[in-house]
C-alpha cells in the first residue's frame, strides 16, 4: 500500500499562476519531507525539503506548507514558469526508510 | 566527473537473461539506493546500501541481485529478466540516511522483450 499519497496526477497551470501539489502520508514515523523535481530523461533532483518542527519552508517561488497534525504537506509553486513544467514527487522519511509519492505531471502554459 | 553516473543509458534484453546495470558514484557517500520508477507508481526501493559490504532489501526486491565490494560502486543484477522488469531504473546516493536528501543517477531505461 502506498504510504504518501500525492495529488493531483498531473495539473497545468497558467504562466504566472499558482501550482498547488499535495501530499499525505500515514507513517508518523516520518520526520523528512523532501520534494524532487525530474525532468525528462533525467533523474530526480531535491527541490525543498522540510522537517516537521516547522509548519512553513519558502525557498524562491517554492513554498512546503506543512500540517503535522493533519499529516499532510503541500508545494506550492508562485508565479509558475514554462520551465517548471516537470513531473514533482514528494516523498517522506523516517526509520531509514524513504517513500515516495506517485509524482505529479505539472505543465505551465505560457 | 564528480557526481553519479549510471550505464548503460538503454537497455533491450530478452526474457530471462542476466543483466546488470551499474551505478558509479564519487562523493563516498556511505548510502546507494536502487529504484524503479513505474507509471503510476512513482519511486519503488528495491535494495539499499548502508555501506560497502553491507545490502539490504526495500520494498520491491524479488528477482533482484545487488553487491558492494566498494564504497564507489552499486550494481544491480537481474538474474533472469522478466518482462514485469521493464522499467526505468535510478540509482541514488546519500552522505546519511535522512540526511540532505537524495542525489540520484540520470536512470537507466530496460526493455525486456
Known amino acids: 500500500q502506498q504510504q504518501v499519497k500525492q495529488s493531483p496526477q498531473s495539473l497545468i497551470v497558467q504562466k504566472g499562476g499558482i501550482s498547488i501539489i499535495n501530499c499525505a502520508y500515514e507513517n508518523t514515523a516520518f520526520d523528512y519531507f523532501p520534494w524532487y523535481q525530474q525532468f525528462p530523461g533525467k533523474g530526480p533532483a531535491l527541490l525543498i525539503a522540510?522537517?516537521?518542527?516547522?509548519s512553513e519552508k519558502k525557498e524562491g517561488r517554492f513554498t512546503i506548507s506543512f500540517n503535522k497534525s493533519a499529516k499532510q504537506f503541500s508545494l506550492h509553486i508562485m508565479d509558475s514558469q514554462p520551465g517548471d513544467s516537470a513531473t514533482y514527487f514528494c516523498a517522506a522519511w523516517g526509520n531509514n526508510d524513504m517513500r515516495f509519492g506517485a509524482g505529479t505531471r505539472l505543465t505551465v502554459k505560457p | 566527473d564528480a557526481g553519479i553516473t549510471q550505464s548503460p543509458r538503454y537497455k533491450i534484453t530478452e526474457t530471462g537473461r542476466q543483466v546488470t546495470l551499474m551505478c558509479h558514484q564519487t562523493w563516498s557517500h556511505s548510502y546507494m539506493f536502487w529504484y524503479r520508477q513505474d507509471l503510476g507508481h512513482g519511486l519503488r526501493l528495491i535494495y539499499y546500501?548502508?555501506?560497502?559490504?553491507?545490502?539490504d532489501k526495500g520494498e520491491v526486491p524479488d528477482g533482484y541481485v545487488v553487491s558492494r565490494s566498494k564504497t564507489e560502486n552499486f550494481p544491480l543484477t537481474l538474474e533472469s529478466a522478466t518482462r514485469s522488469q521493464t522499467s526505468v531504473y535510478f540509482c541514488?546516493?546519500?552522505?546519511?540516511?535522512?540526511?540532505?536528501?537524495?542525489?540520484f543517477g540520470s536512470g537507466t531505461r530496460l526493455t525486456v522483450v
Open positions: 541514488a546516493s546519500s552522505p546519511g540516511q535522512g540526511v540532505g536528501g537524495y542525489t
Open positions: 522540510i522537517r516537521p518542527d516547522v
Open positions: 546500501s548502508a555501506a560497502a559490504d553491507i545490502t
